[in-house]
C-alpha cells in the first residue's frame, strides 16, 4: 500500500503543469466562461477583462480595440447614477459598500434590452481570496430565467383572476362579491360613508330555460351582465350572486341614488330585446347601509325588499323596509313612499 500511494504521488506531480503555465491557462479558462469577467482594485480601476467581457462590449456600442485596463468600472456606474440611471445608482452603491468592507459581496439583477431581445444580468462583485486590494466582478445571464419567472407572475394573475371571476359571464362571482361588501362595510362603518346594495333577479328565468334551452338562458345572464356592466360606476363591483341573481355594491351611494340606478337599469333591461328569446323583465330589491349592520343583515335587507317586487308583480323595484328603526308602521310606510317618489322625481 506504501507503494501504491508513493507511485500515486510521484504521477500528481508528473500531471501537474508547470508554475510558468498557470497564467496562460487562467486566462484560457476565463476567456471560455459565457460570463463576463473583470478584477479591478480597491479604486475601481479594471486589472484584466476576459473575452466575453470584451466581446459584450462590441455587441453594445464599443469601440473595437478599446482598451478595458485602465478604465474606473466605479467612475462609469457613478456617473451612470449621477445621469438618472437607478440601476447605476444601486450598482455604484454596493460596489463601494464591497470595496469599504462594509459587505462581504453584492450582486444585483438588472436589464439590459436590446433593439432584437429582452436581455437581463446577474452582477456580483466579492473580495479575490488571499489577494489584496483586488475585486472579481462578474455578469451572468439570468434572461431565461426571468423569462420563467414573468410567465409564473402572468399564470398566477390569471388563475388569481379566474378565482374571483364567474365562469359564464366574467363578472365578480360569489367569493370576490363576499370579499366586497366586508371590505366595503368596513370602510362606512370606520369613516361613517354611505353604501348601499342592489339585488336583482331575473324575472321568470326557469320559463326562459325550459322554453328555449339552457344555451338561450346562458345568452341571457351574459347580456345582463354586459347591461349591468357597461351602466355602472368605475367604484361599483358588480357579481353574480347565484343562478339568475346579481347583486351590485355602491359605495358612496345612498338609498335614493341606490333606488335611481336599479330603476334606470330596469328599464333598459325592460327595453332590450334578447336573441331567441325576445323582451325580459327583472325585479330589483335596494337596501343601504345603517351602522352596526353586517354583512348578512344588509342582504337580508335587500333579499327581502327583493322578494317583496317579486311579490307586487315583477319588473319593479323595492326599498327595503328597514332603512331605520321607525316607532311605527306608519311612518315607515310614509318614509317609503317619499323615498319611491324621490327615485321617480
Known amino acids: 500500500m506504501k507503494r501504491d500511494l508513493q507511485v500515486s504521488h510521484h504521477q500528481s506531480r508528473t500531471d501537474k503543469p508547470a508554475a510558468s503555465d498557470f497564467p496562460g491557462l487562467l486566462q484560457a479558462a476565463m476567456d471560455s466562461l459565457d460570463s463576463q469577467i473583470a478584477l479591478i482594485d480597491g479604486a475601481g480601476v479594471i486589472h484584466y477583462v476576459n473575452k466575453s467581457w470584451c466581446d459584450f462590449g462590441k455587441e453594445n456600442g464599443m469601440p473595437s480595440g478599446y482598451t478595458w485596463i485602465g478604465s474606473n468600472y466605479l467612475a462609469v456606474c457613478r456617473a451612470a447614477g449621477n445621469r438618472g440611471d437607478c440601476d447605476g445608482r444601486q450598482v455604484y452603491a454596493g460596489i463601494k459598500s464591497v470595496l469599504e468592507s462594509d459587505a462581504p459581496c453584492f450582486q444585483y439583477e438588472y436589464p439590459c434590452h436590446s433593439p432584437n431581445e429582452q436581455r437581463w444580468f446577474m452582477m456580483r462583485i466579492a473580495p479575490v481570496l488571499e489577494a489584496e486590494n483586488r475585486y472579481i466582478i462578474s455578469h451572468n445571464v439570468i434572461t431565461g430565467r426571468k ?71 346562458d345568452a341571457v345572464l351574459v347580456r345582463i351582465a354586459e347591461i349591468l356592466r357597461a351602466n355602472v360606476r368605475a367604484t361599483d363591483v358588480v357579481g353574480r350572486w347565484g343562478g339568475e341573481e346579481f347583486l351590485l355594491i355602491l359605495p358612496e351611494c345612498d338609498v335614493v341614488a341606490a333606488s335611481r340606478m336599479a330603476e334606470k337599469l330596469r328599464l333598459i333591461v325592460e327595453r332590450h330585446s334578447f336573441v331567441f328569446v325576445g323582451k325580459r323583465t327583472c325585479s330589483f330589491g335596494v337596501a343601504t347601509y345603517q351602522s352596526g349592520q353586517d354583512c348578512t343583515a344588509l342582504l337580508c335587507l335587500a333579499d327581502s325588499a327583493l322578494y317583496r317586487a317579486k311579490n307586487s308583480g315583477r319588473n319593479r323595484v323595492e326599498i327595503a323596509a328597514d332603512i331605520k328603526p321607525y316607532a311605527n308602521t306608519s311612518d315607515r310606510t310614509n318614509k317609503l313612499a317619499s323615498l319611491n317618489q324621490a327615485v321617480k322625481q
Do not use: P
Not at 383572476?161 to 362606512?188: F, P
Open 147 to 217: 423569462l420563467a419567472e414573468q410567465r409564473i407572475e402572468r399564470l398566477n394573475e390569471k388563475l388569481s383572476l379566474l378565482a374571483v371571476t364567474d365562469k359564464l359571464t366574467g363578472l365578480a362571482n360569489r367569493m370576490k362579491l363576499d370579499e366586497a361588501l366586508e371590505s366595503e362595510i368596513t370602510r362606512a362603518h370606520r369613516y361613517r360613508k354611505k353604501l348601499s346594495l342592489v339585488l336583482l333577479d331575473v324575472d321568470h328565468f326557469k320559463e326562459v330555460n325550459d322554453k328555449f334551452g339552457h344555451s338561450a338562458g
